[in-house]
T-cell receptor, first 113, second 112 residues
Framework: NAGVTQTPKFRVLKTGQSMTLLCAQDMNHEYMYWYRQDPGMGLRLIHYSVGEGTTAKGEVPDGYNVSRLKKQNFLLGLESAAPSQTSVYFC????????????FGEGSRLTVL | AQRVTQPEKLLSVFKGAPVELKCNYSYSGSPELFWYVQYSRQRLQLLLRHISRESIKGFTADLNKGETSFHLKKPFAQEEDSAMYYCALKVSANQAGTALIFGKGTTLSVSS
């Protein structure tokens, strides 16, 4: 039982490049989330999804897109990476009935040069 | 506006001393609050939630709606309590379901 798995764990990009972070969960959770963690800023919600085929904007959605084509996967895309997107990205999932208990992935460290 | 405020970036205490990590919130609805903890080299995980009024690892937190606070307390700190602590608020967005927003976090450092 892997829980929440994020790939890749590390990535270095050049400004303007695109990439996709993949989050997979095997707990049959309805809700999935993407956060970014920055020093002094804590965790900020980028986008989230309350079910397959649905997504919603969080606190800092600009510059990111997401898709939830399958219940177990939640993809975070950067179409044109910027240095301001250098961060550690965390995916999380929760059941609809226990939406306050999030299960987190290990994080993906992204550096944009 | 919905917001979670943790005023202290770093809290340093000695082993055996009491600990209080502060959290204040702003939310127009009925608040549901949580404390999450991130130990070194471990995943972020739920510590406790106000609804269950439980004590986990000696930590307690009481929701004070009058002061809009949800401070985390422990009477006697242990070195293994050293970690980053986040306060979180569950927010609702009509058709978009619910999500958690987090404060900026407080690093607790317990030394002997």
């Amino acid at each position: 039982n892997a829980g929440v798995t994020q790939t890749p764990k590390f990535r270095v990009l050049k400004t303007g490049q695109s990439m996709t972070l993949l989050c997979a969960q095997d707990m049959n959770h309805e809700y999935m989330y993407w956060y970014r963690q920055d020093p002094g800023m804590g965790l900020r919600l980028i986008h989230y999804s309350v079910g397959e085929g649905t997504t919603a904007k969080g606190e800092v959605p600009d510059g990111y897109n997401v898709s939830r084509l399958k219940k177990q996967n939640f993809l975070l895309g950067l179409e044109s990476a910027a240095p301001s997107q250098t961060s550690v990205y965390f995916c999380a999932s929760s059941s609809a009935g226990e939406a306050g208990e999030l299960f987190f992935g290990e994080g993906s460290r992204l550096t944009v040069l | 506006a919905q917001r979670v405020t943790q005023p202290e970036k770093l809290l340093s205490v000695f082993k055996g001393a009491p600990v209080e990590l502060k959290c204040n919130y702003s939310y127009s609805g009925s608040p549901e609050l949580f404390w999450y903890v991130q130990y070194s080299r471990q995943r972020l995980q739920l510590l406790l939630r106000h609804i269950s009024r439980e004590s986990i690892k000696g930590f307690t937190a009481d929701l004070n709606k009058g002061e809009t606070s949800f401070h985390l307390k422990k009477p006697f700190a242990q070195e293994e309590d050293s970690a980053m602590y986040y306060c979180a608020l569950k927010v609702s967005a009509n058709q978009a379901g619910t999500a958690l927003i987090f404060g900026k976090g407080t690093t607790l450092s317990v030394s002997s």
